[in-house]
Structures are given as structure tokens and as C-alpha cells.
């Protein structure tokens, strides 16, 4: 029999043929309903995995070409320091532009843990540089020598001390993710193979009335395979929706829980879920057409 | 049709049936006797594929029932009426499309489909009782049924194993009107029954051939059959 005919079968329907195989049974229930669950975590475990991508992305670009330099020098002689550091900076191959961190975006910066009102003068706060550099990159270790040779209260930070774990983790989550959704896949894959089995075995007088009349095993198997493949279809479908809706119900943190109000998809990304009943549907038509053929290959 | 060359069957070195060399000739009408246990019913399930000789040959349409995969003894039983013992049934179909399933699994599409049922239905008695489901059908509406079922798709041979075994004589009778008048359309009829009144009441009717199963054995019958 082949695959193509069974799909065709699948898509065009046969009312009669679908009525050979009685519809009542513990194994649609249970079919609907684990394939429902199994949809709304595997919408949950796509959410997880498309946004960590998201952040792992956003840290990684944000991130990548910026580094910054501390200067932590005596007021006095601050001016005369960061006009040295602006100048190796600017003498150094390698970096697009440079932007002296201003008082007010430090205070800004500052606010979440120093309140509104900080006086930044009386504070011995280090004044900041940004670096953006070219795609080919700088030589960092180069400029920290120099910077250590002409500038020792100069500290170069390049970032990659805490952005490198933090992508990894972002990655790791998203690795996670989509084990979650091979998990969630394989045992929906084995819990169909279960029912259809169930269903194969408490049908075997039908069975064996329907060889009687002359009946195909790939008749008897499309069956099963189509009855199975619309319940797992069916149930995902709702799974999906429940999960889409809890996603939705999540509250906005805003930026203090940026990490948390950003599980969830965005723009075109709410088109993926939608795959997860399809998915469910063809590792439900593979696992009932397979079980349903060493089935009946092992009936006499 | 269905011809057997030294064809054997049993479980290990314990054969039930051997020995078994006949030819069911096109248009043919056979009976098959013999007491209860002496293998009627399995010598009707390697006439139709569902068991298989563990020696000699079994040939069915002209191929070796061993050579027959599953979907050409599929294709083999398309063209062959089974009319069970128990007259197994699809409980949760009603009557007509149990009647109809031959037709429903070979997908064949017929447009004078409903009007040929309800002909069939009709002609097995069965027309008032065609939405009814199996499990309220009586012996005798069960055993109509079933042949019914056997021949809606106009087979060659027709199979019945012990097709009276659940009904009064009237009803017997009857069925075996059923069969003669099928075997003057052309069919190839095999009755396996104990029943040896309803053989003599067929000699009265058609030029039937009666073999015995004797110790797993066939054996034509005695004159007197």
C-alpha cells in the first residue's frame, strides 16, 4: 500500500469506510484528550525555545560589537585623561565610533539602585566611553596595553566576561526547548501507537469479519490510520488553543520582568504554533499506520 | 475453481485433514458431510485462504493458495461467498450495509447499488428487517443475512458451513431454495452440514455431488445419500 494512497484517502475522507470500525471505545478519548495536553505543552515548550533564540539573538547582536571603557581618575585630572583615552581610541584600527557616556544617561543608569535624585558630582563615579566597533573587530589586547601603558586608570571592558554566559544559557534554553518538543512529539508518537494497538486488538472480530468479505489489510489499516490521525488532529487543535491562550494571559511585567513577559512568540512567530496540529497529525497518521500494519501482519 | 492435490492439514505431526484430492468443477453443486469435529469447517477455510495445506496443494482461481499474498487472497475472497457457522456480523452497522459490506470493502461503485440491495433484501425475505441491527436478527434472519452477504457481490463460488444449523426445517428449506436457485444462475455451491435430510431434500432438486470426511479423509457418500 502506499503512503501517497493513504494520504489521499486521508484528505478526500470515506464516510463508509470510516463506519466498519465501530467509533466508541476508551482509545478516542484518550486519544482527543492526550493529544490535546501533549499540544498545549508543546506550545509552551515552542514559546520557551523561540524566545530564548530571541534573547540569545538580542544579547549576542547587542552585545557582540560594543565594549566599554572605565575611567576612574582624580576630577582634576579626568578632563586630560579622556582626552588621551579619545585619542589612542581614535589612533586604534578597528572602532567605528566612540560616545562619551554623559552625566545624565550615568544617572540614568544608576537610578534603579541609587533612586532619582543621585548626586552624580559628589560620587566618585567612573566616567564612561562606549566603543562600537567594525564588524573586523579591534585588537583588545593591544589597546589594554596601551591603555596601561598611557592611561592606567583606564579599564577596558569588552563584555565578554558576562555576555558570553549569558548567550550560551539563552542558547542552552532554546536546545532545551526543542528537546521538550521531541519529547512531547515521541510520546504522543507512542501514545497513539498504544491506543491504536488497544484499538486493533478489542477490534479483531471486525477485523476479522471485514478479511471475510474480502477486505484489504491497507483497507482495514486506512481505517484506523484515518480515524486516529482526525482525533489527534482534533485534540491538538484545542491543545493549541488553550496553549496559545495561556500565552496570551500571561501578565505584562514590563521591563523589570522583561525575561518573563517575553515567553511568547511575536509577529510572524505566532504563525509557528500553528504547525504543532499538523505535527500532531503526521506523527499520529506514521504511528498508527505502522502499528496498524505489524497489527494485522501478526493476525492470522 | 478449487482444486486440491494430496492436500494435508493439521497442527505438527497431528493431521485432521489428508489426503484431500477433488476438483469444485465451475457450476458444480457439492455437499460436504461428515460428523461433528471431522473437519468441515476447516476444509471450507483452505477453500477460501484463511488456512493453509501443511502438505500437498490448494489451488483457488488457479494459484497456489500458498503462493497468494495477503492482497491477493484479499482479491480471492472478493470473488468467493462465505456464509460462516456463526454468521459473524459488524454489530454496530445495521442489516443492509452488513449486507453491503463486500461491496463497501472492494470499493466497488455501482449506481443501481440501492436498487440491487433492496432486490437482495427482498428476495432473502429480509426487505422489513433491513435497518434492524444484528444482535436483534433471529437464527434464521441472521443465516438470510449471511447469504445474502455472500452473494451481493456476485461471487463464483459460494462457501456455507452448516447454513442450517440454527433453523427449524422450514427455514432450511428454504435457505437451501436460495442455493439451488444460485447454483442454476451459474455459482459453484460447497454446503458443509450434518444435516442429512437437507441432502436428500436437495438431490430432489439439483445433481448434487456428496462427500464424505471420514478420519480426515474424503470419501464420496453412500448410495442411499
Known sequence: ?300 | MIEMHDAAYGYGSDLVLSDLTLRLAPGSFHFLTGPSGSGKTTFLKLCYAELLPVRGQVTIFGNSADALNRDAVARARQRIGVVHQDCQFLDHLPLDENIALPLTVSRRASATRTQDLADLLTWVGLMPRAHAMPPELSGGERQRAALARAIITDPDLILADEPTGNVDWEMSIRLLRLLVELNRMGKTILIATHDLGLIRAAKQQVGARVLRLNRGRIEAAAAEL
Not at chain 1, 486521508?10 to 484518550?30: E, I, K, W, Y
Not at chain 1, 477490534?203 to 480515524?227: C, K, T
Not at chain 1, 512567530?269 to 503526521?282: D, F, I, K, S, Y
Open chain 1, 1 to 300: 500500500m502506499s503512503v501517497f494512497g493513504d494520504i489521499f484517502a486521508l484528505m478526500r475522507g470515506d464516510p463508509q469506510a470510516d463506519r466498519v470500525v465501530p467509533r466508541s471505545g476508551q482509545s478516542v478519548r484518550l486519544t482527543v484528550a492526550v493529544a490535546g495536553a501533549m499540544a498545549f505543552l508543546a506550545v509552551f515548550a515552542l514559546a520557551l525555545s523561540v524566545s530564548a533564540g530571541r534573547l540569545a539573538d538580542r544579547w549576542s547582536d547587542a552585545l557582540a560589537l560594543t565594549s566599554t571603557i572605565r575611567l576612574s581618575a582624580p576630577p582634576a585630572e579626568a578632563p586630560a585623561q579622556l582626552a588621551t583615552v579619545m585619542t589612542i581610541l581614535d589612533q586604534t584600527p578597528g572602532i567605528a565610533r566612540t560616545r562619551v557616556i554623559g552625566a545624565e544617561e550615568q544617572a540614568a543608569l544608576l537610578e534603579p539602585w541609587f533612586g532619582p535624585d543621585l548626586p552624580l558630582g559628589d560620587l566618585p563615579v567612573p566616567q564612561l566611553i562606549e566603543i562600537v566597533e567594525t564588524p573586523e573587530g579591534y585588537d583588545d589586547d593591544g589597546l589594554r596595553l596601551r591603555l596601561a601603558a598611557e592611561v592606567p586608570a583606564a579599564v577596558l571592558d569588552d563584555h565578554t566576561r558576562w555576555r558570553r554566559p549569558l548567550v550560551a544559557a539563552a542558547e542552552r534554553l532554546r536546545l532545551l526547548g526543542g528537546l521538550a518538543l521531541a519529547l512531547i512529539l515521541g510520546s504522543t508518537a507512542a501514545m497513539v501507537t498504544l491506543a491504536a494497538q488497544a484499538s486493533l486488538a478489542s477490534n479483531q472480530p471486525v477485523i476479522r469479519v471485514l478479511r471475510l468479505v474480502g477486505a484489504r489489510d491497507s483497507y482495514i489499516a486506512r481505517a484506523f490510520v484515518r480515524r486516529f490521525t482526525l482525533r489527534a488532529f482534533t485534540g491538538a487543535l484545542a491543545g493549541t488553543g488553550l496553549g496559545l491562550g495561556a500565552l496570551l494571559a500571561i501578565p505584562d511585567t514590563g521591563t523589570a520582568g522583561a525575561v518573563l513577559s517575553d515567553l511568547g512568540f511575536r509577529g510572524q512567530e505566532w504563525a509557528m504554533p500553528l504547525g504543532v496540529p499538523l505535527l500532531a497529525a503526521v506523527t499520529a497518521f506514521w504511528a498508527t499506520r505502522i502499528a496498524a500494519f505489524r497489527t494485522l501482519r501478526s493476525l492470522p
